[in-house]
Every structure is written in structure tokens, then in C-alpha cells.
């Protein structure tokens, strides 16, 4: 297929489980990039994250199909088939699989937070632009957080972000969309067996490059 590139949001993470916040973000978000889809990269397992109360990755993948639906939203267990665990191996193998596609870090405010912290992050922010939702709570902090302090030369006007495949990469844009409150945790306690009954046999869920 000739004509513009597919444009691809990618939100990764554990959605232990997921929630509308999920949903709200993502929706939002392919309507301000002008994405044609948003693939939630379901983790295997997060660095950053304590393995203690993580639900088995079936039931995680279960509950973002389940949240996902009938929207342009593909939840997708990628990383596993890719034998990837960390964001920026992720991204160099996902750019070499879909060569038409052009792809977008979608995060939130805590994300950008941390960033310093993972792995490779400058290689991160030099292969797709950054996408940062603000969340409550850690706006401040986000922005005067150690990555930001590199990012900040290469910010972009929100207004421009429908316009992220022409940018040169490092590329950030920061949006802002009306806060859901929910949160996995408070799921999580008032339902800690969720995942009991939210099981899913792993199964194809790489996108295909024929799309």
C-alpha cells in the first residue's frame, strides 16, 4: 500500500489490570497524534516493578483485550514473542519488523518521572518521538525530573503533534486530556482475585505486516 505511513501509538506496561484510565488515554491520544491504531504492549514482566502481586501475563493480556474493545486499540503480548524485555530493544525490533509503520511512545507523567531510569533511555528518545500524558500528582515532578532536563531542547507545541512523522528524532510532545482517577492499585485491593477469573490462553497477537 502506497500514501502515508500507519501510524502507530505504542503504550507499554503492566495493566495488572487494565482499567478505563487505560482506554481514556488512548483514545484521547489517537485522536490528538492522528494515530490509525494504539497498541498496548502488555510486559512480560517490568523492571521497574516488583514481581509481588503481578497477575500471570495471560490474565494481564485478558483484561486489556477486555478494555480494548471495539476501539482502535490492539493489546498485544509483542514483547514476549520478541524475547524483549526492555523499551528500547522493544523499539529496535518492532522499527525493523513494520517498515511502513511509523511509531509513537505514548507514557504518562509518572513514566517520564523515572525515565532517567531505564534502560538506554537517550537511545529511546533517538529512535521514536515521546508522546508524555499528564497525569495528577506528577506534573512537577515530570518536568523537573533528570530525563526532562535532556528533553526539554527537543519539546515540541502540542498544537503541532498531529504532525510527530515529520519530526526529527529526539521529539517530545506533552498532552493533556481530562484525568481519570482509576487506578490498578485501587482495583487491585478491592478485587485482589481479578485475575482469577480474567485468564486468557496466550495466543497470535502480533500484528500482521500485511495491515
Known sequence: MRGRPIRIGLLGGSFNPAHSGHRGISLAAIEALDLDEMWWLVSPGNPLKPAAGMAPLPARL?????????????????ETRLRTRFTVDTLAALVRRYPRHRFVWVMGADNLQQFDRWRAWRRIARTVPIAVVARPGYDGTALAAPAMG????FQRPARQARNWT???????VLLRFRPDPTSATQLRAADPAWHLRDSLPISVAIPSTQE
Open 62 to 78: 485478558a483484561s486489556a483485550r477486555r478494555v480494548a474493545r471495539a476501539a482502535r486499540i490492539r493489546a498485544t503480548d509483542i
Open 150 to 153: 535532556w528533553l526539554r531542547r
Open 166 to 172: 515529520k519530526w526529527s528524532v529526539p521529539a517530545l
